[in-house]
């Protein structure tokens, strides 16, 4: 592997080399955490989870669970109504 120069922008944005990019996987929207070390900057790629996939993948868990306890639609409004009720 080469040793790339890279530019800082106006806007302070460094562009990673195409061959560092491909063989770490990174991808456009990617996130990293910089860390400040003596004389430069580590990038740390990390993982943010989906807020919509997690919650999907929640009440999937959650509805086969039911189904498996014999919980109907009925019981969870009952049960809202009860709660509600508890707390007034």
């Known amino acids: ?4 120069l890279v530019k800082m922008s106006p806007k302070g ?3 990673v080399p195409q061959e ?3 063989k770490g996987g990174f991808a456009s929207g990617d ?3 910089p860390f400040p070390i003596k004389g430069g900057v580590l990038f740390k ?3 943010i989870p989906d807020v919509n996939s997690e919650f999907e993948n ?3 868990e ?14 969870v409004d009952e049960a809202v109504k ?3 009720q508890k707390s007034s």
């Open 1 to 4: 592997m080469d040793i790339d």
């Open 13 to 15: 944005q460094l562009v």
């Open 20 to 22: 560092i990019r491909e």
């Open 31 to 33: 996130r990293f955490v």
């Open 45 to 47: 790629k990390v993982k």
């Open 58 to 60: 929640l009440s999937s």
């Open 62 to 75: 959650i509805e086969k669970q039911f189904k498996k306890q014999g919980v109907s639609p009925n019981d």
């Open 82 to 84: 009860w709660a509600r």
